[in-house]
């Protein structure tokens, strides 16, 4: 039942499977090492599987058997992809994971690769048909996974580009490269004589600029806005602080708040001092009421000659399980004189006399009560 090929596929299936589990229990489940072994173990199966079905590319009879024998072994490519996947696994092991991941990739491709094309080189002794038997084989998992990584490689190399050349130039080379695929589609479509080596030829001329210019512009490294702003680094919780200094986040702040916008209140700073009003309601308060647990808009308006933010304390909080207690609350950007700004936020639980909410303005003394009932 079990050919002699299919054996050692077999065995291979269960060992890394059997090494996986063990690896999950004993090492480290998260790990990637538990991946590769299970992905070893899908591509031995898979392998048993083709040899079980070719019934290892035996031939039937005695003159077959002497021509198969007796045909030339292909010149083929695998051995040396499958030898330097290895190389690639052994450096991703030593630098980075994605390194390591595209070597495991590589490994297993080549892998199959050279395994349907030595059951192929044994199918006859006619080359040609041979190669008919391969593309039947293989070919339906060639193409697609060949689109996937030439798709992938010219995505990541437009990426490169647009990220190295200026904002202004940007769109233009955009209208470019789209009006260089219509005019080959358009090509191909109507002359004939343009399909076959020509079409191959300046395809692969688009492909080696964008290539080419990927190279030349990872090497030049990003253009200097977005250099400064991943120095800036604006998203890290540090450069998020909600005091009175200007911080990485004000950068380009909008300072206008639509008309649309659905405000529960309006909180103003006028020298030196800070008051709200309610909608519809001219006279100033010293509390705002809101809804628990629903988005709130609250409009902040600074009449002030200085710059200033509005910040909304929404109380404190555990984290977790360390006893840690941190600071509830989130704040506008600075806002110029005569600017607004809207602060958004959910109060998720009401108000008490331990934990009071409130509005202020760094900088700037007093605070309005937020009420959440």
């Known amino acids: 039942m079990f050919t002699p090929g299919s054996k050692y596929f077999l ?13 999950m229990f004993f090492v480290n ?36 058997a002497v021509e198969a024998a007796a045909q030339p072994i292909t010149p083929s490519i695998w051995p040396l992809a499958f030898a330097l996947s290895l190389a690639v696994v052994l450096v991703g092991m030593a630098t980075r994971p994605i390194v390591f991941v595209v070597g495991v990739g590589l490994f297993f ?5 050279w395994a349907i094309q030595n059951w192929a080189n044994r199918a006859s002794a006619d080359a040609e048909f041979n190669g008919f038997v391969r593309a039947r084989a293989i070919s339906a998992l060639e193409y697609p996974g060949l689109a996937t990584i030439a798709g992938g490689i010219m995505a990541f190399s437009f990426s490169r580009v647009f990220l190295g050349i200026s904002k202004e130039f940007g769109p233009i080379l955009f209208i470019i490269a789209a009006a260089f695929i219509l005019a ?68 380009l702040a909008n300072n206008n708040v639509s008309m649309r916008a659905s405000i529960a209140a309006t909180i103003t700073v006028e020298d030196g001092k800070v008051y709200a009003q309610l909608v519809g309601i001219s006279t100033k308060v ?10 709130t808009n609250i409009l902040f308006r600074n009449l002030d000659s200085e710059e200033h933010r509005l910040m909304v304390n929404l109380g404190t909080q555990k984290i977790s399980t360390t006893g840690v207690v941190e600071k509830v609350g ?13 602060i958004t936020f959910t109060a998720p ?25």
């Open 29 to 64: 489940p998260n790990d990637l090492g538990v991946i590769a072994l299970i992905g070893v173990a899908i591509a031995g199966a898979l392998i048993a599987g083709f040899t079980l079905l070719t019934r290892d590319g035996d031939v039937f009879t005695a003159d077959e």
């Open 184 to 251: 080959v589609g358009v090509a191909l479509a109507y002359k004939p004589s343009f399909r076959g080596k020509p079409a191959i030829s300046t395809i692969l001329v688009g492909v080696l600029v964008v290539v080419g210019g990927a190279v030349a512009f990872t090497a030049k490294g990003e253009r200097h806005e977005l250099l400064e702003v991943a120095k800036a680094d604006e998203y890290n919780i540090k450069n998020r602080e909600c005091g009175a200094e200007s911080a990485p986040t004000d950068h």
């Open 330 to 342: 989130t704040c506008t950007q600075l806002t110029g004189k005569g600017q607004e700004n809207v």
């Open 109 to 113: 491709g080549s892998g199959i690769e």
């Open 349 to 373: 639980k009401p108000s008490t006399a331990d934990q009071q909410y409130s509005f202020t303005v760094p900088g700037i003394t007093g605070e309005i009560k937020l009420v959440v009932p």
């Open 11 to 23: 065995g291979l299936t269960g060992l890394s499977f059997v090494s996986a589990v063990l690896y």
């Open 286 to 295: 010293d509390s705002v009421l809101v809804s628990r647990s629903t988005d």
